[in-house]
């Protein structure tokens, strides 16, 4: 029998393929406007929530003064979308994927303003260099080359900020079904305007990789549920960062992308800062549990 930890690692790779399943998805539908494939993706997030909703029977009327904290997760989420597709788009997948895993360390930050949860000076250490390390990919410069890793970079800060807002959610026992639907369906109708204005027909190709970037989007969230139910996150987010070595090789064998030294430069620092937190805060449990 596998132990909870051992399923919860399995959960969570299969969660970081499914994302950067996504991303292959959302590359492969071609040119067509970021926040078309966006609309796309979250019909069928909202699809799902509202199945999970109905079967939990818990409705779909949000806990009492709720409403702000989920209407700034649901913008800074669709802000972090909007940016994370225009990267996929006009970035490496790798590039892409990694600026994005940025997220977990804007949150700390967002952390210490939002909600006055102090880190220590390791957790600021480890903000610094993983932003070092999005430098590298970002090779920073007066030329256009590097406007969409910056785009990159800002839908991991904004996925950092929805993150925060999450957690600030289930302080105050707000539905985690409910969170996805809200957000969801913000992200469509904040999507759909852009679209009307400027929709660009699509071929059936098209719509099944749209479809199929929604379906892969849901096994990714729907992992990451199941790993956490399984293990804390302290415990298991390392494994997370297996998104980048799985867009690497997809971005490789459907596009023929190979990223440059710098960009594999800073893949190792942040997912080597990621390690070292990860090994730094097991040791201060085990700490405590002394």
Known sequence: MLSNKSKAIGYIMLSAFGFALMTAFVRLAGDLPFTQKSLFR?????AVAVIVLRREKCGFKWEKGNLPLLILRSTCGTLGIFCNYYAIDHLVLADANILN???PFFAILFSLFLLKERANIWQYLSVLAAFGGAMLIIKPGFSADAFPAVIGLLGGMGAGAAYTFVRALSKRKEKSARIVFFFSAFSSLTALPFVIAD?????FAQFMCLMGAGAAAT??????TLAYLHAPAKEISVFDYTQVLFSAALGFFMFG???????????IVICGVS?????????L???EKA
């Open 42 to 46: 979250n019909l069928v997030a909202v």
């Open 101 to 103: 895993k940025m997220s």
């Open 199 to 203: 929709f660009h027909p699509m071929t």
């Open 219 to 224: 096994l990714g969230q729907f992992g990451v």
């Open 257 to 267: 992308q190979i990223p440059d030294g710098l960009s594999v430069l800073g893949y």
């Open 275 to 283: 390690v070292a937190m990860f090994c730094y805060n097991r040791h």
């Open 285 to 287: 449990d085990a700490g």
